[in-house]
């Protein structure tokens, strides 16, 4: 059987996934923050289900993790990077130091985490990064360090695979809205995923050799079509897709 690490195992699509992998036969260590929600899941899952506290932003809570794994001798071949956070850092002021946060955990802490388990997997393993279609674009209502921070995950994925590639697997999965979990967006927003949806997207990138995965495929096909619109245009419509879609405030933790 396949050993998986999700990071962010706890909530959301981290955790549905998690539920579905052992369900599929997977042995997984889950990674988050809450103990009590990962204790949750072993009493759900059973036997095929381990897991560690982790604050992803601390690098010696990497290492910690990586002790542990070596201990059980848990070498994983596949590892899903779901953890991240969704704050705004524009409103009601602008402030630095929730970007410094977001930023730390969905982009450095995730970087941190690769730089350590390249030294516990074996060649073919497959790392995964969970992207998102703000990655493409700004956003007034939703703030800079989320939108910043997925960017720079895209780009340092594109990165390593091309660093490591026929070594070590780097994948990434941009999702747009989802219904339950992380979502700034209103109830009236177009082309929203399903939990199980994105789910089915994580589980069959997995068995693929795509680099890069983009669900709903509409989303990222209008982004990428109001790109090419001159700036004032586009700028117009970023701002009425803040007005008419974005929730005014948002603090989100997977």
């Known amino acids: 059987m396949e050993k998986v690490l999700v990071v962010g195992a706890s909530s959301g699509v981290g955790r549905a996934l998690t539920e579905r992998l052992v369900l599929n036969g997977y042995i997984v260590w889950g990674v988050a923050r809450r103990m009590d929600l990962l204790s949750d899941t072993k009493k759900k899952l059973g036997s095929n289900f381990c897991f560690s506290s982790c604050d992803v932003s601390e690098e010696k ?3 910690k993790l990586v002790r ?3 201990g059980r001798k848990f070498i994983p071949q596949i590892v899903i990077f779901c953890a991240a956070i969704l ?11 929730i970007l410094k946060k977001i930023v730390s955990i969905n982009f450095l802490g995730i970087i941190i985490g690769v ?3 390249l030294k516990v997997v074996k060649p073919n393993a497959q790392f995964i990064a969970i992207s998102s279609s703000s990655a493409f674009k700004g956003s007034g209502e939703e703030g800079i360090g989320y939108a910043a921070s997925k960017a720079a995950l895209s780009i340092a994925f594109e990165s390593l695979y091309l660093k ?3 070594k070590i697997r780097f994948k990434t999965i941009f999702f747009g809205p989802i219904r339950t979990g992380m979502n700034p967006f209103t109830k009236q927003t ?3 995923l399903s939990e199980k949806a994105a789910v089915d997207t994580v589980i ?8 890069q995965y983009y669900s709903p495929w509409n989303v990222f096909f209008a982004i990428n079509l109001a790109k090419l619109l001159p700036s004032f245009i586009y700028l117009h ?5 803040d007005q008419r879609y974005h929730k005014k405030f948002v603090k989100t933790t997977l």
């Open 61 to 63: 809570d990497w290492l």
């Open 164 to 166: 490591f590639k026929n």
């Open 204 to 211: 069959a990138a997995i068995s693929n050799n795509k680099v």
């Open 190 to 192: 177009p082309f929203v």
């Open 115 to 117: 730089e350590k388990l």
């Open 68 to 70: 542990a794994l070596n």
């Open 87 to 97: 704050e705004n850092d524009l409103s009601p002021e602008f402030d630095t130091k």
């Open 237 to 241: 419509l970023l701002e009425q897709l």
